[in-house]
Structures are given as structure tokens and as C-alpha cells.
């Protein structure tokens, strides 16, 4: 019994062990095999869920069968469009890189990619695809999609063999693939094959809209015109609101201008371009074309003006023909910027012949501002020598070199030709003329001699030889050869017609100062003397400067009474001439012992002109008159006048000298004594310090009281006793000196320094030893070195080289560019010059330092005490208006600027005011007064400027401003003719490439080519 139940309990427990394995193997397989059932029956969700559990499941699964669930695991995911399904492929490919399931995971992944569009990566897993391992239904659906990404690539032949396959097999794709394999055939332009195809279609619910309009076209193509209108007409009435008919338009519009019936054309075409975004460049020529052939030609321009997006031939023809159209409307300018654009390609050599023709003569007729006119007429010469209207561009050739602006381009292209005839050595004459007063103008007087002789010497009996011996004999002059100057001015006088002559009149004034820089009074005074008599207008400035320089004729031959009545006829004519009348006038009347009415003229010039350089020596005159006349006190008075008004000018310093001779003649020994010290105290190592200590020992010696005058000798850094002292000092000062004055710099500095190191201070002539010593260091170029010993004499207070060494330092730091130190310099300089000349030297260099230091408002400042000022000459005046101009503008007050560069622009020939011209326009386009900067920019083109990078700034600043005025075209092809008559390589090129690329990408997103 015991046996029985162990061996039953021995089976039970067997078969409980064997049930439970069995158990679990029947619940995995059955999990396998509902996966599999679940998937063959589309329940994606319910079968991922049975393999999910069948992998999760704890007894050990075969490889094989793992394998195989992993794969609708993935394929679960791929039909339900899990978001990361692509992945879950992916890794399961990574994993089992030879499965057995190699083409349905490809064909998954190439799918999922096709579905998002992306056919070319879509494709890389398509082609490793085999389809024929695909059932019937998968296969067809494969392979459609294959087909439609191979049509979506441009890969037209591959897709055309698939969906043929597929439109003879009956499938749900069938219909479609019909459809693809017929618009497939249209694309490669092969419509007699794709007509019967999309004929099968009309009458399909999903495609007969579209096939409409493939029929449409493709009758189109095929010429069948009665066919494809019929169709036409079809589609408007079934399908008026189809954004598709701007394409019927199109077509039907182009038919229209085949058959020359340009009306029809224009309103189709119209109607098309109203219904696109985007139009093809051909119908916009066809547009353009066709308003010309109905003499619209307002209407055309802006058609053929958008075909020209690109490099082609057709391009050429859209700028010829609107070249024309601008020249019917009497727009030359425009003509010849489109002319210009024609010339830009060279697809057909009658079209070039005639843009080139016509480009040259709206040039000509218009404003060339590089010389592109003389360019023109020789290029269509050296392209078409051997054409009818060759002689006719010869002919105009010369006229151009006459009329011409580019007098450089001129005269180099009339350089190139072998055997001028008269008129073209005519225009040479002229144009090297001109191009001597351009050069004069930027004062560069041997370039404008050398440009007069030879204008001289290319037609000596020509129209313009009188204006160049002229003009020459005036650069002779400003280059100090004046015996050149006169000679050319004795032959100007000589040429026939010369009283014909603009300079006829001025020409007298001329000679004048010829003659009169020589000293040969005589000769000057006839000379200016017959300018007074023919100039008209006798209140000018230069007709007051002649009677002044009659007046020194006079003067300098001893005749005072005639120079006296010559200053009197001058003195109330100009304020910027009256002080100096005056003065002479008041000065000649002394040498005559008219002491009274010296006194009285100059005191007139004290109280008018109070600012004059020539106060100081009236004042001190005045004083002298008064010691003629015997009245002392009103001499004394004067002096002391004149010491408070301008201390430290050269006679202040002898009229303080002269109060004390004046006091010590009266016998008032302290007063005199009082005013010697004055001198030494406020003029310490100058040459009236020396004189005043030498009186008062003479003084004190009268007073017998001698040791007062030693202990205030020995306060003094002035060594005044001792004979051998003293001459050794005189000697050695005497060496050093002579060396200086040959130009012997290394010993003169050498000798000051000896000098210096052994009699000063306290030497007799330890200033001018300082002085000559610092001068010649400057000589030698040895500027630091200079610097520092003009800094050394500038702590010598009252010493007469004062205004040399503060203009030295500041010229000296200017250069250094230490701007700041310069400004110091250049301040103290101004408020201690005494002569206009100079004023105005200190003046600009505040104004140049406090340019480059950006301290605008000092740079206006000053500015504006320069234009004050009748003595600033016009280059100064030029000069200061300038920066005041760039401050405003610096500081925001361009407006202020208006003014300033207006009148500096009217002469372009100058740097000045080239740039002047170009701010003047930028200003107002910063203002928005568009068309007054287009007016200003326009006008520069039309006046001459040696100076073509401002010209050339000008015209891109033109392409702002028309790009402002939304006008992309016009601003082209301002670039464009820039780009190419603009030699230069600067910044420019930079500045049209930038602007051209902005404009191209604005043109083209509106044309479709």
C-alpha cells in the first residue's frame, strides 16, 4: 500500500510537472499565432499587443520565432503611423541586418519617407527593394509609390516604364497610374502619347479638371488652334474661378501676338499676368513687343524692363527695343542707360551695331559724366569699321571732343589718332586748355604750365592760344617766376582780337604785380593804372587793391603826394582794403610833416576798423606824430593806449621803450625809471630790455646812486657789466649766427648751443641764440629736436619770436598727429597774431585739430569766426565752410549744412568741392527730398570734375534714391553703366555689387525665367 502510493504519487506529481509545461508552451504559441492572425487581419493595435505579450513572456523563446515577432512588432508600429516607428524599424534592421524580411522593412522605411515627401531618401530604400517577392496587391501599391517619387525627382523615364505597367493591370491604381503615365509623356514633351491617355480620362470624377487643362495645352502644342480653343472655351465656362486659367490666357495671348494681332494679345496676356504671381519672361517681352507695335510706348517700357532678370538674348533685344521706346518718348537719358544694357551681352551682332549706334549718340546728347561718349564713337568704329554710318560717327566724334566734360578721356583718345585733321587739333588745343585750368584750380601750377604749352604749341594761331598764354603767365606767377609771367603776358597782348578776351581787363591787373614783384614801380603803376581805367565796376575789391598799389608805386618813387591821393581814392571803396589805405595814407601824410592829419587818418582806422593788423602800428605812428608835433603827454597817452590794446606786438615793445626815453628827456627820473623796468619786467631778454637797462644805469649814474642800480642789476638774469664778458659774448653769439645765415645748419647748432650752454641765461642775445638754434633744427628736419627748443622759447615771455615758435610747435605736433598739443599752439598762436596771414594760419589749425579730434562744435565755433572775418582769403574760407559742413552733418544738423555746401559745390573742379557737391545731395536724401538729391546728383554728371570717385558716389547714391522710390529698374542701370565706365578699384565696386544683388533677388521672385 505504502509502494502504491509513493508510485502514484511518483505519476501524479510527473504529470502535474508535464501538465505545466505544456501549459506553457500552448499559451506562447497561441500568443505567436493570434499575433499573426490579428495582423492578417489589419487589427494592428490588438495584434502589437499579442507579440508585445508573446516577447514578455518568461519561458525561453527560439531565435527564429523572436526574430520573426520582433518583425510585426515593427510592422504593428509601421501600419499604425506610431510617431516613432521609423526608429523602430531602423533598430530593428540594425539588429538583423540579413533578415529574411529585408525587402518589406525597406519598402516600410521608403514609405514612411515618401508619405513626408522626401523622395530622394524615400528612393535610396526603394531600390533595394525587390517587389516580385510582394503579393499582387503590395506589389502594385509598392510600386506606385516608387513611381510618383521617380516622377517627383525628374527621373520622368523610370517612372514612365512603371506606371505604364501599372495602368494595364486592374487595381484600385489603375486610374491613377493612368493619369501619371500620361502626364509623364506631357512632361517630356511627347503629347501625341499622352493625348489618347488624358482623352480616357475626361470623363473621370477625380481627374477631369485637370486633364482639361493638359488637353488645353497640348492641342496648344500641337498646333491643333481650333481644337485648343475649343478647349479653351470649355474650361472657362465649367471652370471660371480655376487658378489654372491664367495659363489659358497665356497660351491663348501668345497665339494672339503669332498671329499679329497685338490687341488681343495685350488683353489675354494682361488678363494672365492679373491671375499670376509670378510671369514667364517670355510673355512679358511679348507684352512689351506688342504695346510697341501699337505705339504705346509708356506701356511697354515697364514690361521689357521686367524681362531683363537675365543673360541672354532675349535680354539684349528687351533693352534695345526699350532703348527706342525711351528715345520715341524723348527721354534720351533712359534711352542711353538701356542702349548701354544692350551692349552688356553680344548674342547678335545687328542688334549690337544698332544699341552701339544708338548708345553713342544718346550719349552724346546727353551727359557722358566718365567720358563714355568718346568711348562709344571709338568702340562702334573698332567693331564696325565697315559700316554705312561710320563716317557720320567720325563727325560727331569731333564735336563730342569739343563739348566734353572727361577732358582726360578726351585728350587720351585723341592721342590715338595718327593723322588729326584740323578740326580734331582744334579740340586738342582746347582740351589741353582746359585741362591747364583744371590743374590751376587744384593749384598745381607746373602741371597747369606744362598743360598751356602744350595747347600753345598743337595750334599756335588757334581760338584758345591768347586764354593759355594767359593763363600760363598766372602759374608762372604763383610759382614766383615772374619774368615767365611777364613774357607771356607781353604775347598775350600781342595775339590778335586780344581786347575780345574775358581776361582781357584782368590781364592789366596782372602785369602789375609782375612788374611791381620786381620793384619796377614804373612799369607796375602804368599797368594797374590801366586796369582802373577799364574795369567797370569800381567798387570791387580788386579795383580798390590797384589804387592801394598805385599808391605804394608812388610811394616807393618818393612821390607822396600822388601815393596820398591814390590811398584816399582807395580808402572808402572795400572794408578788406580800407584799413590799409588808410594806414598809408596816414603814414604818407607824416612823411610830409601833415603830422595833424596823420594823427587824424589813422585814429579813423583805429575807431572803423578796430580788429586790423594794422592797429598796433597806427597806434604807435599816432604816438610818433604827437612827438613831432612836440605834445609829449598825447604821445605818452597813445603808447599807453597801445600797451593795453596789443602788449605783445613788436612795437608795443618800442613804444614802451620810447615812454621811458620820453620821461627821461622830461627830466622826471622816477617815471622814467619806472617805465625802464616795465620793459625788462614785461620783455625780459629781448633787445629793448638790454636798451632800457643801459638807460637806467645812465639815469641812476645822473643821480648818483649808483649801488641802487647794482642791487636791482643783480635781481636781474642780465649780465650788462664787464668788457671782456661782454665781448666775448657779442663774438661768440656773432660765429654762431654767420654759420646760420649760410645755411650751415649742423655748425649754426653746434655754435646757439655752445652759446647757450656759456652765456645765458642772462647773455644779450640768449632769445635769439634760443631762436636761430630752434630754426635750425627745423631746417635739418631734426623736427623733435626743433620742438623741444621752440618749447624753450615759448617760456621767454615777450620775446619778438613769440609767433614763430607757437606756429613751429603747432605745425610740429599737427604732424605728429598729437591734435591735442596742436590745438594749444595753434589757440595761443591766434590770440597773439598780429597780421591777418597769420590769424588765419592759427585759425585753420584750431579748425583742422579740432576736426580731427571729432570736437564739432569747436571746429563750427571757430568756423564761424573765420567767416567773420573779411581778411580770410577764399581758399581758407573754402576750406573752414567745408568742415563746418561735415560738423553739422557729424551732429546731426545736416540742415544747418545746406548752405555751406551749396555755394562750396558750385566749383566741382576742386576735391572740396566735388564732395561738396556729393553731401549736398546726401543730405537732402537723408532728408527724404528725394527728388532734389536726384536734381543735385544729376547735375553733378553735367559739370566737370576731375575728381570721378565723388561722381561715382553720386550715381550710387542715384541708385538709393530711385530704389527708394521703389524704381529697381532705373536704379540698375545707373549701377550697372557705373560698374562699367567706372575704372577705378575702390571702394565703389564693393558698394554697386552689394546693390546690384539686392535688386536681382528682388526681380527675380517676381519673374519666372
Request: glycine share 4%; aromatic share 14%.
Amino acid at each position: 500500500m505504502k509502494n502504491f502510493l509513493l508510485s502514484m504519487l511518483l505519476v501524479y506529481g510527473f504529470s502535474v510537472g508535464y501538465a505545466q509545461q505544456t501549459l506553457v508552451f500552448t499559451n506562447s504559441d497561441l500568443l505567436f499565432k493570434q499575433g499573426r492572425e490579428l495582423y492578417d487581419q489589419r487589427k494592428y493595435v490588438a495584434s502589437y499587443r499579442s507579440f508585445e505579450s508573446f516577447l514578455n513572456s518568461a519561458e525561453n523563446i527560439q531565435a527564429g520565432q523572436r526574430h520573426e515577432a520582433e518583425y510585426y512588432m515593427v510592422a504593428n508600429a509601421y501600419e499604425l503611423r506610431q510617431e516613432n516607428a521609423f526608429m523602430l524599424i531602423q533598430n530593428f534592421l540594425k539588429k538583423h541586418p540579413y533578415t529574411t524580411f529585408l525587402d518589406k522593412v525597406n519598402s516600410m522605411l521608403g514609405t514612411l519617407l515618401y508619405e513626408e515627401k522626401n523622395y530622394v531618401a524615400a528612393l535610396d530604400y526603394f531600390n533595394q527593394v525587390n517587389p516580385n517577392r510582394f503579393g499582387q496587391r503590395e506589389q502594385i501599391v509598392f510600386l506606385f509609390c516608387k513611381g510618383y517619387a521617380l516622377l517627383e525627382t525628374g527621373a520622368f523615364h523610370q517612372a514612365l516604364d512603371i506606371f505604364k505597367d501599372l495602368k494595364q493591370k486592374d487595381s484600385d491604381y489603375k486610374e491613377a497610374a493612368t493619369y501619371y503615365y500620361a502626364y509623364t509623356e506631357y512632361t517630356l514633351h511627347n503629347y501625341n502619347a499622352a493625348l489618347p491617355d488624358f482623352l480616357g480620362l475626361e470623363n473621370s470624377e477625380r481627374y477631369k479638371e485637370k486633364v482639361a487643362y493638359y488637353l488645353f495645352q497640348i492641342y496648344y502644342h500641337l498646333g491643333d488652334l481650333n481644337e485648343m480653343n475649343k478647349r479653351g472655351d470649355f474650361i472657362m465656362t465649367n471652370y471660371p474661378n480655376h487658378p489654372d486659367n491664367a495659363e489659358i490666357y497665356r497660351i491663348k495671348g501668345e497665339v494672339a501676338y503669332v498671329a499679329n494681332n497685338f490687341e488681343d494679345a495685350i488683353a489675354y496676356l494682361k488678363r494672365y499676368e492679373s491671375l499670376s504671381q509670378q510671369v514667364l519672361r517670355k510673355d512679358l517681352y511679348i507684352l512689351g513687343i506688342a504695346h510697341i507695335r501699337t505705339n504705346r510706348f509708356n506701356s511697354a517700357i515697364p514690361y521689357l524692363q521686367r524681362v531683363t532678370t537675365e543673360v541672354d538674348e532675349m535680354t539684349e533685344n528687351a533693352y534695345l527695343h526699350m532703348g527706342n521706346a525711351f528715345v520715341k518718348i524723348k527721354d534720351k537719358v533712359n534711352a542711353r542707360l538701356a542702349f548701354e544694357a544692350a551692349l552688356r551681352t553680344n548674342f547678335n551682332k545687328q542688334v549690337r551695331e544698332e544699341a552701339l549706334l544708338n548708345y553713342a549718340l544718346t550719349t552724346y546728347e546727353t551727359t557722358a559724366a566718365f567720358g563714355e561718349s568718346i568711348s562709344a564713337f571709338e568702340q562702334f568704329l573698332n567693331e564696325f569699321p565697315n559700316s554705312r554710318e561710320a563716317n557720320k560717327v567720325k563727325s560727331y566724334l569731333a564735336l563730342e571732343y569739343m563739348s566734353t566734360n572727361n577732358y582726360e578721356v578726351a585728350y587720351q583718345s585723341i592721342q590715338r589718332i595718327a593723322q588729326p585733321n584740323d578740326k580734331i587739333l582744334e579740340a586738342k588745343q582746347y582740351i589741353l586748355y582746359q585741362l591747364g585750368t583744371e590743374a590751376f584750380a587744384q593749384q598745381n601750377f607746373n602741371k597747369a604750365v606744362d598743360y598751356f604749352t602744350l595747347s600753345i604749341q598743337t595750334l599756335p594761331v588757334g581760338s584758345y592760344v591768347a586764354e593759355s598764354y594767359y593763363w600760363r603767365s598766372e602759374s608762372y606767377y604763383r610759382l614766383g617766376m615772374h619774368d615767365n609771367s611777364i613774357n607771356d603776358l607781353k604775347t598775350y597782348f600781342n595775339t590778335s582780337n586780344v581786347r575780345n578776351s574775358k581776361n582781357y581787363v584782368a590781364a592789366h591787373y596782372s602785369m602789375g604785380y609782375a612788374y611791381f614783384s620786381q620793384q619796377r614801380f614804373s612799369l607796375a603803376k602804368d599797368f594797374f593804372a590801366q586796369y582802373t581805367n577799364l574795369e567797370r565796376n569800381k567798387t570791387s575789391d580788386i579795383f580798390a587793391d590797384a589804387l592801394n598799389r598805385i599808391g605804394d608805386c608812388y610811394y616807393y618813387e618818393r612821390d607822396f603826394r600822388n601815393a596820398e591821393i591814390f590811398y584816399a581814392r582807395s580808402t572808402n571803396l572795400s572794408p578788406n582794403t580800407g584799413d590799409y589805405a588808410l594806414f598809408q595814407s596816414g603814414y604818407v601824410a607824416g612823411l610830409q610833416k601833415k603830422y595833424t592829419t596823420k594823427i587824424s587818418r589813422l585814429n579813423d582806422l583805429v575807431d572803423t576798423y578796430p580788429n586790423s593788423e594794422y592797429v598796433d602800428d597806427a597806434l604807435y605812428e599816432i604816438g610818433r606824430a604827437y612827438i613831432m608835433l612836440g605834445n609829449e603827454n598825447e604821445a605818452l597817452s597813445t603808447y599807453r593806449r597801445l600797451l593795453v590794446l596789443l602788449p605783445n606786438t613788436q612795437v608795443a615793445r618800442v613804444a614802451a621803450l620810447e615812454i621811458g626815453m620820453i620821461y627821461q628827456n622830461q627830466e622826471k627820473s622816477t617815471e622814467a625809471i619806472s617805465a625802464y623796468k616795465s620793459v625788462i619786467s614785461n620783455y625780459p631778454g629781448s633787445v629793448e630790455a638790454f636798451t632800457a637797462l643801459q638807460s637806467l644805469e645812465g639815469i641812476y649814474i645822473e643821480l648818483n646812486d649808483v649801488p641802487t642800480y647794482l642791487a636791482y642789476a643783480r635781481t636781474l638774469d642780465m649780465k650788462v657789466s664787464g668788457i671782456s664778458v661782454s665781448h666775448e659774448d657779442s663774438i661768440s653769439y656773432i660765429a654762431a649766427e654767420k654759420q646760420y645765415m649760410n645755411g650751415a645748419y649742423p655748425q649754426a647748432i653746434n655754435g646757439f648751443n655752445m652759446y647757450l650752454k656759456n652765456y645765458c641765461s642772462g647773455g644779450r642775445y640768449c632769445t635769439s641764440a634760443q631762436y636761430y638754434l630752434a630754426d635750425s633744427y627745423y631746417r635739418s628736419k631734426d623736427f623733435a629736436s626743433a620742438l623741444t627748443e621752440y618749447q624753450q622759447l615759448l617760456k621767454i615771455q615777450g620775446n619778438q619770436y613769440m609767433e614763430e615758435a607757437l606756429m613751429r610747435s603747432a605745425e610740429i605736433t599737427y604732424d605728429q598727429k598729437n591734435y591735442e598739443a596742436s590745438l594749444g599752439f595753434f589757440e595761443r598762436f591766434e590770440k597773439i597774431a598780429q597780421s591777418s596771414e597769420k590769424k588765419n594760419i592759427a585759425r585753420l589749425g584750431i579748425l583742422r585739430c579740432s576736426y580731427q579730434l571729432n570736437n564739432y562744435q569747436r571746429t563750427i565755433n571757430i568756423v564761424n569766426e573765420i567767416v567773420a572775418d573779411p581778411k580770410s582769403n577764399t581758399d581758407i574760407l573754402n576750406e573752414a565752410k567745408y568742415n563746418r559742413a561735415k560738423a553739422y552733418i557729424a551732429t546731426n544738423q545736416s540742415n544747418l549744412a545746406l548752405e555751406d555746401l551749396k555755394m562750396l559745390s558750385k566749383d566741382t573742379r576742386t576735391a572740396v568741392g566735388a564732395e561738396s557737391k556729393y553731401l549736398l545731395a546726401f543730405v537732402y536724401y537723408q532728408q527724404g527730398s528725394l527728388a532734389t538729391a536726384e536734381k543735385e546728383v544729376l547735375d553733378f554728371a553735367q559739370k566737370n570734375t576731375p575728381f570721378q570717385y565723388w561722381l561715382a558716389r553720386g550715381f550710387v547714391l542715384l541708385s538709393d534714391i530711385y530704389i527708394a522710390q521703389k524704381n529697381d529698374f532705373q536704379a540698375k542701370q545707373y549701377l550697372l553703366s557705373l560698374q562699367r565706365n567706372y575704372k577705378t578699384n575702390d571702394d565703389i565696386q564693393e558698394m554697386i555689387s552689394t546693390r546690384l544683388s539686392a535688386i536681382s533677388k528682388r526681380e527675380k521672385s517676381k519673374v519666372i525665367n
